[in-house]
């Protein structure tokens, strides 16, 4: 996925009321920017970090400056806008990226599904195939070395897992996919020191047989693009 233009860099102030961020530019000024993440963002919106923003020509908007990418204080890049995530697993899906994915005839997305009136990230179908639920997660908290989700407490998380759960006792085909959008992540874990009731759905949903998959990307001021396959651990 290519940026529309190249984004322009700052140094990033703070972060504060989930969806807002002072920067400063190069020339000195202060701008506040839109912020589309509304997770903790744990070690990736620290004071002194450089971030990326694009620029929306919309005369309508507040903020017309999104913050689209981060650099941590060792190097990587950080991608923060989590709506990206959906849309990189649907290209990495039609390139044929991600090979556990491949071979479905139609991919569709934001379906309604389940009981619990959720709607699932992207729902692949074949007339020879099971059909085939994928929820996604946008994964960028890194500890000691170690990748996890989520950064925050998510019931919204958990009930994407019981929906998952129920599909794949329907006898759908159900996957919880890791979009890593941190270039320091390796391998993905369950944050259980962050929200224990949601790892200890993801181990149930492991042993029904829901497939966990993680990629990560390439990240940089022109574009992100979802390339390899990381490892996943339970917790």
Known sequence: MQFAKPLRSATLIKRYKRFLADIKLEDGRVITIHCPNTG????????????WYSTSDSKTRKYPQTFELVQNDQGHWIGVNTGQANKLVVEAISKGVISELTGYQNCQTEVKYGDERSRIDVMLTDPD?????????????????QGYFPD???TRGQKH???????????????LMFCVQHTGIEQVSIADFVDPHYAALIIQAVAVGVEI???????DELGINLVKKLDFALP
């Open 129 to 145: 195939r099971s059909d085939c639920y994928v929820e996604i997660k946008s994964t960028t908290l890194l500890v000691d070395g």
């Open 152 to 154: 925050a407490v998510t």
């Open 40 to 51: 903790a963002m744990t070690g990736c919106a620290e004071p002194g970090f450089t971030v």
């Open 213 to 219: 998959l993680c990629y990560g990307c390439e990240i």
């Open 161 to 175: 897992i019981r929906e998952l759960m129920a599909m794949k006792a329907q006898g759908y085909r159900s996957v």
